[in-house]
Structures are given as structure tokens and as C-alpha cells.
């Protein structure tokens, strides 16, 4: 199956994140995810925010966008990595702050 970049355009909130509560995910802004045509993006949730460098994988024959990314964490240089995939209408996946915290994330597209 071949997948386009263009199926995850779009912003997504994130609604749930395995780490973090929702009154941190949303502290300055709401928490989310944006996936741009282009293969590039953004995201904030908290305090940390970031420039995104996405591409799209295939793991165990599962489509899905990978990503690393560079921003800051409460105004100090952070960067890492991350993927999702898009199961039924939502946005599951994982981000990676390097030499630090991970956490799984749920998103829904806004509409």
C-alpha cells in the first residue's frame, strides 16, 4: 500500500500523552502537532516546541511518518525524534527528547 505524506497534512491536537498531563500539554498554547505537504512541520506542547524534518517509513508492513526535530525545551536547545501513524481517525504515535524524556501521544485532526 502506498502511502502519501499528504494523508497526515494537517494540524493535529493532541489529546492525550502518556507522560505528561493535559494541563502541561496545554500550558501556552494547545498541544499540538502540524504536518505540512512539504515534508516539514511543527509542534508544541508545553514548553517544549519544535521544527520537525519528517519521511515516511514502513514498519512491519505499517505506514507511518517518522520525524526528527530541533526546538527548544523551556528555552533551552533540545532536539530528538519521533513517528505516528494514523490509525482509524486519529494520530498515534511516539517522541523522543534526545538523552531524555519519551512519551506515546494520541492526536485528532482538526476539522
Known sequence: ????????????????MERWDQEYVNMEVPGHFTFRKDGTGHFQF?????????RLASVD??????FSWEGQDEMDPVNGR?????????????I??????????RAQRLK
Request: aromatic fraction near 12%; glycine fraction near 12%; charge should be negative.
Open 1 to 16: 500500500m502506498e502511502t502519501s505524506i499528504k494523508l497526515y497534512a494537517g494540524k493535529w491536537f493532541i489529546v492525550e
Open 46 to 54: 508545553g514548553l517544549v516546541q519544535g521544527e520537525m524534518d519528517c
Open 61 to 66: 508492513r505499517e505506514a507511518r511518518i517518522e
Open 82 to 94: 519521533g513517528w505516528a501513524l494514523l490509525q482509524e481517525d486519529q494520530l498515534r504515535g511516539r
Open 96 to 105: 523522543f527528547i534526545h538523552q531524555g524524556d519519551d512519551s506515546a501521544f
